[in-house]
C-alpha cells in the first residue's frame, strides 16, 4: 500500500476511535464511553477530492499484555529475532486456530503493524501512568515498528508530564492531542510532526498536510457562496394571494402565514444541512432554537395589485388618462410574473378608467378582476430581521467548522451579537453589507451575489487570520 497507513492502538476507552473520527474527519465512526466498544480492527481513510491521502487502523484496545510479554519472552532468545517472533504469535493465535480467542484483541492490533503499519499509541492523561501500560509498550517495541505516542486529556491533563517522562522512553515523538477541542491548525501540525518521524512517508504527509490547508479555505469560499444564495433566496421570496371577499380574509392570512413561516424555515434547516455536509458532518443533530419570524413588515396587507404596483402608486399615477395609459404599456413587461402583464394593451383604456375613479379593484378583463388588494408576505424590508438571518447562518457556519467529527452531542446554535458579527468588516464594508441585504429584496443579481459572497467570507475569516 503506497500510501501511509497507521495503527491506532492502546488501552481501552483511551479515545482511539475519537482520534481516527477527528483526523480523518468523518462522524460515522462509532464512539462511545463503555470501554471495549471497538471489537474488530477496522480501516478509514482521509479523502479529499477523490485522493486517498493516509490510512488509519482503529483497533481493539489492550486486554492482556502483560501474558503477551510472557508468550514473546518464552519464545524468542535473541533480540534480532524479536519482530519474528511477534508474527509467530500473531499466527499462533489468528482466528480459526485452537486458542484464537486466548489474545483475540491483541492479534487484532498486532495485524496491520506486522502487515507494515506504523503506530500511533494513545493514553488517556487524566489518569496516571502504571505498569500495566509499560506491558503495552513493550509489546509495540517488539513489533520494531516506527512509533509515535498521543496524550489524549479525556479528563483533564493533570498527569501529562508524568505520561510525557514515561512514554519519552518508548516513542520517538509524544504529543498531547485531544480529538474532541484541537482545532485544524494543532491536527495539522501533528501531521508535519508525524512526517518528520516516518520518514518514509515525508513528502506524502507533508503534502496531506498542504491539502488539508487547501481544503479548509476552499470550504469557507463555498459555505460564503452557499450562505449568500440562501440569504438572497430568502430574503426576497413573497408569497401573495388577492383578497377574494372579507369573509376569507382571516382564512387567507393564516393559510399565507403558514406557507411563508414554512418556506423560511425550510430553507434555513437546507442551508444548516448543506453546510453541515459539507464539512461532512452528516450525521450532526442541531438544536434549531426556532427562528421568530413576527417581524412587523413581513406582512403587508395594504398591498393593492396592477402590474406590481401598490396603491399608493397607484393613486400617484392617476393625473390624466395620456399619463396612465403611457405608464402602463412601460410597465407591463417587467411586471408580466404579476398576473396579466401581457395584456397591456387590450386593457389600457379600461385602467386609464380606474384610476380616474381611484377604483383599480373595480377593473377586469373578461370578468376577472385584474386589480384590488392582496394580502402579502415578504420581502423581507426590515433589516434587523436580515441581520438576524445572516447573524444565524454566520453563528452555525462558525460552529460548524470548529466542530470536531468525533463530538457526538447536539450542536445548540448560538448567536453572536450584531456588533461582534461586524466586528471583521471595515466602516465601508459594513455599508455594502447593508446595501447588498437590501438590495436583496429584488433580488441580488448575480454580480452582488458575488459581492455578498466575499463579504460574508470576511465576516467569517477576519483578514489577520487569511495573511497567517
Not at 200 to 229: F, G, Y
Request: include cysteine.
Amino acid at each position: 500500500m503506497k500510501e501511509p497507513i497507521f495503527a491506532i492502538v492502546g488501552h481501552p476507552n483511551q479515545g482511539k476511535s475519537s482520534i481516527v473520527s477527528t483526523l480523518i474527519q468523518q462522524d460515522s465512526i462509532g464512539i462511545s464511553e463503555e470501554s471495549g466498544t471497538t471489537l474488530e480492527s477496522s480501516q478509514h481513510s482521509l479523502i479529499i477530492d477523490g485522493e486517498v491521502l493516509f490510512h488509519l487502523v482503529d483497533t481493539p484496545g489492550f486486554q492482556r499484555p502483560r501474558q503477551v510479554i510472557d508468550w514473546l519472552e518464552s519464545h524468542c532468545d535473541s533480540a534480532a529475532k524479536r519482530q519474528q517472533t511477534v508474527a509467530q504469535f500473531v499466527q499462533t493465535f489468528s482466528p480459526g486456530t485452537e486458542e484464537a480467542n486466548r489474545f483475540k484483541s491483541e492479534v487484532e492490533l498486532l495485524i496491520p503493524i506486522i502487515s507494515g503499519a506504523a503506530i500511533i499509541y494513545v493514553v488517556d492523561g487524566s489518569v496516571p501512568f502504571s505498569s500495566q501500560f509499560e506491558a503495552e509498550m513493550s509489546v509495540l517495541q517488539w513489533t520494531g515498528q516506527p512509533r509515535i505516542a498521543l496524550i489524549n486529556p479525556i479528563g483533564g491533563e493533570q498527569y501529562v508530564d508524568e505520561w510525557t517522562a514515561a512514554l519519552g522512553q518508548y516513542f520517538s515523538l509524544v504529543r498531547v492531542f485531544n480529538p474532541m477541542t484541537d482545532n485544524k491548525e494543532k491536527q495539522q501540525s501533528i501531521l508535519r510532526s508525524v512526517a518528520e518521524i516516518f520518514s518514509q512517508w515525508r513528502e506524502s504527509l507533508l503534502d496531506s498536510a498542504n491539502k488539508l490547508d487547501q481544503l479548509s479555505h476552499k470550504r469557507t469560499i463555498q459555505s460564503s457562496q452557499l450562505m449568500a444564495i440562501y440569504l438572497n433566496d430568502i430574503i426576497c421570496y413573497t408569497v401573495s394571494a388577492p383578497e377574494i371577499s372579507e369573509t376569507l380574509s382571516a382564512a387567507t392570512i393564516k393559510a399565507l402565514d403558514l406557507q411563508y413561516k414554512t418556506y423560511i424555515r425550510k430553507q434555513e434547516s437546507n442551508f444548516h444541512v448543506q453546510i453541515a455536509q459539507l464539512y461532512t458532518h452528516f450525521h450532526l443533530e442541531i438544536n434549531e432554537q426556532g427562528l421568530e419570524l413576527d417581524y412587523p413588515d413581513v406582512f403587508d396587507e395594504q398591498y393593492w395589485y396592477l402590474f406590481g404596483l401598490s396603491r399608493s402608486k397607484l393613486v400617484g399615477l392617476a393625473g390624466s388618462a395620456g399619463a396612465a395609459t403611457g405608464v402602463l404599456i412601460d410597465i407591463g413587461v417587467g411586471g408580466s410574473s404579476l398576473m396579466l402583464g401581457a395584456a397591456v394593451g387590450g386593457i389600457a383604456s379600461a385602467a386609464t378608467a380606474a384610476w380616474a375613479t381611484l377604483k383599480p379593484d373595480t377593473l377586469k378583463v373578461k370578468g376577472v378582476p385584474v386589480a384590488g388588494k392582496k394580502f402579502q408576505f415578504g420581502p423581507i424590508t426590515d433589516l434587523q430581521f436580515a441581520f438576524v438571518l445572516l447573524g444565524r447562518a454566520v453563528s452555525y457556519l462558525k460552529q460548524v467548522n470548529s466542530r470536531q467529527h468525533a463530538q457526538r452531542n447536539v450542536l445548540t446554535l448560538q448567536q453572536d451579537q450584531k456588533e461582534q458579527l461586524l466586528a471583521n468588516l471595515s466602516a465601508k464594508q459594513q455599508i455594502d453589507l447593508v446595501m447588498l441585504l437590501k438590495k436583496a429584496q429584488k433580488p441580488c443579481s448575480d454580480s452582488d451575489i458575488r459581492k455578498l459572497t466575499d463579504l460574508i467570507e470576511k465576516l467569517i475569516v477576519p483578514e489577520s487570520k487569511k495573511a497567517e
